[in-house]
């Protein structure tokens, strides 16, 4: 798949101060920026076009990508109307993209998926959606339980499988722009209902794959701590 299409509109005021002078995706995790990782991940699975909606601080992203040449991609901007991420995908596809499928994401996401099999899979399945699944890594303490009520035991960042979520990680088929409405989030409006009519495909992230996203300040610094794992450098 040639095309991906990167939401980056929001003001981002969990990162504050990181995003008084600029967009979240422009904010440095181990001294480059949100979007260089992404777009350094989507060229690796031969991605050539970028199609990114845009609003908070624009002109940034705007500067930063005719600083770097565009890093070799074919780029595109659409206005981020700021109704919410369901107008903001169905006016970024509308505009720019032609493709029958294509990676739809979130500007805040890291991940070492291999983008490949997820690709795969919706080509052979042909869903509307597929969507990316990692198990839910709890920030808080899990607290074991045992006889007579007494706490035995505390696991922090514990994993937990049987919670998959979203990261914000998509293959789209252009036929979703016919269910994408005027205002609201993606997640409450059209996937909510594609899930009821079985439109939406998981493809859950396997040993060794990883996800974050970058929310906090301390996001960043644990994002920091597994991208050098990651050695994409």
Request: include cysteine.
């Amino acid at each position: 798949m040639k095309t991906a299409v990167i939401i980056a509109g929001g003001k981002s005021l969990r990162l504050m101060p990181l995003t008084s002078d600029k967009p979240k995706t422009l904010v440095e995790v181990m001294h480059k920026p949100i979007l260089y990782w992404i777009i350094k991940w989507l060229k690796k699975y031969g991605v050539e076009h970028l199609v990114m909606a845009v609003a908070y601080k624009k002109e940034e992203i705007y500067k930063y990508m005719k600083d770097n040449d565009n890093f070799g991609l074919k780029v595109d901007f659409s206005e981020d109307p700021g109704i919410g991420t369901s107008a903001a995908y169905k006016l970024a596809i509308a505009q720019y993209v032609d493709d029958e499928d294509f990676i739809a994401m979130n500007s805040d996401e890291l991940t070492n998926m291999d983008l490949s099999k997820m690709i795969e899979k919706h080509v052979k399945n042909r869903p509307l959606v597929t969507m990316a699944l990692a198990p839910l890594n709890c920030r808080v303490s899990v607290v074991k339980v045992g006889d007579g009520d007494k706490i035995v035991g505390f696991e922090y960042g514990k994993k937990l499988p049987s919670v998959p979520v979203s990261i914000g990680i998509y293959v789209f088929n252009r036929k979703i722009l016919d269910k994408m409405t005027g205002t609201g989030s993606l997640e409450s409006t059209v996937f909510h209902r594609l899930a009821h009519d079985g439109g939406i495909l998981a493809h859950m992230l396997t040993d060794g794959e990883e996800w974050y996203t970058i929310n906090t300040v301390k996001d960043v610094e644990e994002a920091a701590v597994e991208l050098k794992k990651w050695k994409l450098e």
